[in-house]
C-alpha cells in the first residue's frame, strides 16, 4: 500500500474528534523542523500531502492519513493509519501551547488501544534533547511503544552516524517503552525508507 496515493483523512484538535478504534495505528512525533513532514512524504512517495515546516502556533492537531479507497462499507477498513503528531519545543512556544499538546498527545498515547508505535523522530545533527527526553517519559508513562528514527542523517559523515546510533541506543535501552533498534534515514537521500516501510508493514493487519 505504499505504492498507493494516500490521503489526509482528518485533523484531530481534541480526543472527542478521534475516529472510532480499529485498524492499526502508527504515529509520528518529533520537535518542529525535525524533518517530520519530509519523512512522511518520503515514506508515502508524496509531496506536499504531509505539510512541510510547521507554521509555530497553529492549530496543534493529531493528522490522519490513509491509503487512498478505504472508508466506504465496501473497500472496507484501511490495513494501517497513519498519524502526524504536531511538532513540539519550538523555543517561543507559550506555555499554554506547551501544556495543550501534553494534555492532547498524552492522553491519545494512554487511551487508544489502536496505536501500535510510535516512531520518534530526531535530528542526526542535534541527537536527543531535553524536550526529547520529556516526550520519552511520557511515552514510557503511557507504556507506549516507540522507536527512534534518525532524520537528516545525510547532513552528517558515515562515521558520525554510527556513532550516533550508538549513542542514542544507549541512552535509551534503561527506557521501559522504548524499542531496541532504531532507523537511520535521509528523506533527502533516500536511506532507511525501506526499512521504516518494513516496519510499518509488519505493524498492519
Ligand atoms: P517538520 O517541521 O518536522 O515537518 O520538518 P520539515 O519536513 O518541514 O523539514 C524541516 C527542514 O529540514 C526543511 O528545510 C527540510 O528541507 C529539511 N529536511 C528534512 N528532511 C531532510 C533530510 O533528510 N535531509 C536534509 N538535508 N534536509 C532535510
Do not use: C
Request: proline residues 8%.
Amino acid at each position: 500500500f505504499f505504492a498507493k496515493p494516500w490521503v489526509f483523512v482528518r485533523g484531530v484538535p481534541a480526543l472527542k474528534f478521534l475516529p472510532p478504534e480499529g485498524p492499526p495505528e502508527i504515529a509520528f512525533a518529533g520537535r518542529s523542523n525535525v524533518g517530520k513532514s519530509s519523512l512522511i512524504n518520503a515514506l508515502l512517495g508524496q509531496k506536499g500531502l504531509a505539510r512541510t515546516s510547521n507554521t509555530p502556533g497553529r492549530t496543534q492537531e493529531l493528522n490522519f492519513f490513509v491509503p487512498d479507497g478505504y472508508g466506504t462499507v465496501e473497500a472496507g477498513l484501511p490495513p494501517i493509519v497513519l498519524v502526524d503528531m504536531p511538532g513540539y519545543g519550538y523555543a517561543k512556544a507559550p506555555k499554554e501551547q506547551v501544556d495543550a499538546w501534553t494534555a492532547l498527545v498524552f492522553d491519545y498515547l494512554r487511551g487508544r488501544p489502536s496505536l501500535k508505535r510510535v516512531f520518534l523522530l530526531i535530528d542526526a545533527r542535534h541527537g536527543i534533547k531535553a524536550n526529547d527526553e520529556e516526550v520519552m517519559s511520557l511515552l514510557d508513562k503511557a507504556a507506549m511503544s516507540y522507536q527512534i528514527v534518525l532524520t537528516k542523517t545525510d547532513k552528517i559523515k558515515p562515521p558520525a552516524v554510527e556513532r550516533l546510533v550508538a549513542e542514542t541506543l544507549e541512552r535509551t535501552k534503561k527506557r521501559p517503552a522504548a524499542f531496541p533498534s532504531l532507523i537511520a534515514t535521509s528523506s533527502e537521500k533516500g536511506g532507511g525508507i525501506d526499512e521504516l516501510r518494513g516496519a510499518i508493514l509488519s505493524l498492519a493487519e
